[in-house]
């Protein structure tokens, strides 16, 4: 199969693209440092206990995404990313809406469910960045829509931070109108990037997440580098699982600090996916980047594990920054594996499959930290780290799988 020429489209629909990712991040990161707090508050300050609501909260919130991203996807490539990427807005708005007011961690956990289903924005953007963009310059491409997300995180969580401070619900509100202006600027601005001749008949059998699986097997380049990205992204559910309580009951810090740290880790995000990603894939070649990256991820995982203390643990960010390197190059090689009218399906069968991964990452990783902080464990509170030590080791794995199944197609079947 040949492949297709990008869509051209104009400069304004990719800057509100990258707005959409700083913005959706923006509004994510604002809630990050105020989420645990606020499922911790319904269970009286017990950390333990919060610790576990909170896993099971992410590992639903993956269920939701295991189940929606395949029906989303399918529809992007049927009528198109425009509609698909503002109705998401629309509902993942008028979620944080319903988390703001939840009266009760009940409400609170329909809000995850919803927001699960909804969360659809970053997969559809990348679809639409595929459409538009020649196969050779995806994978700068991708750092930038990186560098976008490092940005949005540089504000968001310090945002929140802050604005916890005066209550843990305003940076929900935050959200909401942050996430429901973006939906109004793109229903202006946004001009749809997949023209009608390349677009695919709706089918239930691919808009379910067996349809999905069926996909990826029919593509045997998807099947390992999915495996890859499987690994890397279990590995990932450490830091939003366990981060901010990890963070307080090891170093004392607040949401302040913990939203000044995830700025941080923003900024290094940032500056390497629109300083490092682009230059050092045309310089490694996208299979050396994949696996540069992984080590990356080892190592900083390995750092925030034994970290002990607060400052050692900041030692880390750089290194996990420089993981980035492995996104842009590792999406470049996937989008690679299918023609223009099944990048929606792409996507959406991606973001299918993490959202499995997420029913497993943070119960692990809640479930790692609750036992070695509990007093019913053998070395209480002595290795508090032992959920950034089991990321190491599947991050370490996903590196081994990607020595074999990371290679770039030949071009005349992209």
Known sequence: MREQPATQARPAAIAFILITIVLDVLAFGAIVPVLPKLIESFHAGDTARAAQTYGLFATAWGLMQFLASPFLGVLSDRFGRRPVLLLSLLGLGLDYILMACAPTIG??????????????????????????TPSAKRAAAFGYVGAAWGAGFIFGPALGGVLGQ????????????LTLLNALYG????????????RQHFAWRRANPLGALIFVRSHRGLIGLLGVQMLNTIAHYSLPSVFVLYAGYRYGWGTATVGGTLAFVGICTAVVQAGVVGPGVRRLGER?????????????YAVYGLAPS??????????????????????????????????????????SVMGLVGLIGPGLFTYCFAEAIGPQAIFSGALPGTPFLVAALLTASSFLLALRVAHPRAAHVR
Do not use: C, H, K, N
């Open 107 to 132: 409400w609170l956990f329909v809000g995850r469910l919803i927001s699960g289903a909804t969360a659809a924005t970053y997969a559809t953007a990348a679809a639409y960045i595929t459409d538009v």
């Open 166 to 177: 005066f209550g843990l619900r305003l940076p929900f509100w935050v959200a909401a109108g």
């Open 187 to 198: 229903w202006r601005v946004l001009p749809e990037s997949l023209a009608p001749p390349m």
């Open 288 to 300: 050396r980047a994949v696996l540069w990256g992984l080590l990356s991820s080892v190592a900083a």
């Open 310 to 351: 607060g400052a050692w643990f900041l030692l880390g960010v750089p290194l996990g920054a420089l993981a980035g390197i492995y996104g842009g190059a590792a999406q470049s090689l996937m989008t690679q594996q299918v023609g223009a009218g099944d990048q929606g399906m792409l996507q959406g069968a991606s973001s």
